[in-house]
């Protein structure tokens, strides 16, 4: 076990961004674009994957109440600082807005669908003056291959990242391993994702964003059925930052392997449950190494974009490992954890971002509560109960084949009714 490699790739799988990151990160293709066309674009054209699309038609942009790619590109162009990285949008004024808005209303972006196997792929073409530039995100969030001006080749990458982890192959068992020995002072600044997060969960608990899923489980915290107070808590807590991000809430969140409700979902939980049980920064630090390296596992076999719930599934499971550390558990009840979790909720889809990842984050953290008390008492499904393997690692990878095999033509059925509303 390498433990600068694996502090390297939590270093590099946790970072801030401002807004939905599959918008902004097309807000961050334009903004370089551009930055290397050297003058305003006139116009702007678009080719994106299936998953960016999909992940782009429902959310809203910070500082714009508008929804939508085209919105997020316009500021990009006018506003953006590609240097901010997926804060890209940072900074903005409202009279960049208002820009940015006559620019969409003038119909001057294109956007259209790319025939291509990579779930996340962007290529964004600047043109003013009868010149042109062009950028090529893919990959990852911020991964630039290509830059080209005028039929010029500025730069070409000869690879890409298609997940969070290539150089270094994890197991839980050294996830555990390495959350327990790390020094503390090596892995403090996963505190920040802690108070960043905290602090958009606030925003959407005393706001008016999207739903309101989490501020309305906070308030139903009185009926019978919502009676387990903690419990409600962590819920409603996870929920509200997400329905606060998913609205364009003018915060930034730290995104976990690329996106913010993985960040949210991997984080809140544990803040919630270490602060009600008196726990240490050290301890939450060490429960945050375990819930954003086991998200970033089992994304590394579910792919950065998915079918599959990223949230729902990957960071609710990180969490319900977290948690079920917090509550004095070892590395077995973790692995029973993440078979209870994958035996419950592998099947939940991702149909966009939009303010109804709130319900599903919700749902999901309620299963991680459930998960970790069961890991606790030393329940799990045994290798008869479908996708479960006695290997936890097996377990994980059968998942990620279910995600990246079995449903590789979902994406494709979930576009389609999303365009044909």
Not at 25 to 43: D, I, M, N
Not at 123 to 128: G, K, S, V
Not at 149 to 176: F, H, Q, R
Not at 303 to 330: H, V
């Amino acid at each position: 076990m390498d433990k600068q490699k694996i502090l390297c790739l939590l270093k590099r799988e946790i970072v801030p961004a401002l807004g939905c990151t599959d918008p902004i990160a097309v807000a961050y293709a334009v903004s370089k674009a551009s930055e290397v066309l050297e003058k305003k674009p006139e116009f702007i054209e678009l080719y994106l994957s299936i998953n960016i699309i999909k992940n782009s038609l429902g959310v809203g942009i910070p500082g714009t109440d508008m929804i939508g790619v085209e919105i997020a590109a316009a500021l990009g162009a006018i506003a953006g600082d590609s240097n901010k990285g997926l804060e890209v949008l940072k900074g903005a004024t409202a009279e960049q807005v208002t820009l940015a808005k006559e620019m969409v209303n003038n119909k001057n972006i294109k956007t259209c669908l790319k025939e291509i196997e990579d779930k996340l792929y962007i290529e964004a073409i600047c043109r003013a003056d009868n010149e042109y530039s062009k950028v090529i995100v893919r990959g990852g969030h911020s991964n630039i291959v290509h830059i080209e001006k005028n039929d010029n080749i500025l730069y070409e990458a000869e690879c890409c990242i298609n997940s969070g982890n290539e150089e270094i192959t994890l197991t839980i068992k050294d996830i555990y391993d390495f959350a327990l020995s790390i020094d503390f002072k090596d892995i403090e600044f996963l505190l920040e994702s802690a108070e960043m997060n905290k602090n958009v969960s606030q925003e959407g608990l005393k706001g008016d964003y999207g739903l309101k899923v989490g501020k309305m489980l906070k308030e139903s915290g009185a009926f019978a059925l919502m009676s387990n107070d903690l419990a409600n808590e962590i819920v409603a807590a996870t929920a509200a930052a997400s329905d606060a991000r998913m609205s364009g809430c003018p915060l930034p969140i730290m995104t976990t392997a690329g996106s913010g409700n993985q960040g949210i979902t991997t984080t809140l939980p544990s803040v919630v449950l270490s602060e009600s049980l008196g726990k240490s920064k050290e301890e939450l630090a060490r429960a945050l190494v375990i819930s954003n390296l086991v998200t970033i596992h089992l994304k590394s076999y579910l792919g950065r974009l998915s079918p599959l719930c990223g949230a729902g599934i990957a960071a609710s499971t990180g969490s319900c490992c977290a948690m079920t550390y917090l509550l004095g558990g070892e590395l077995k009840n973790i692995e029973y954890a993440i078979k209870n979790m994958i035996a419950n909720v592998s099947g939940m889809i991702c149909d966009g971002a939009k303010t109804t990842c709130a319900l599903k984050i919700a749902t999901a953290v309620n299963a991680a509560i459930q998960c970790s008390l069961l890991a606790l008492k030393g329940m799990r499904p045994s290798n008869t109960d479908g996708i479960i393997h006695e290997d936890v690692e097996i377990t994980i990878q059968n998942l990620g084949k279910l995600g990246m095999e079995g449903m590789n033509k979902t994406d494709e059925s979930i576009l389609q009714m999303m365009l044909t509303k």
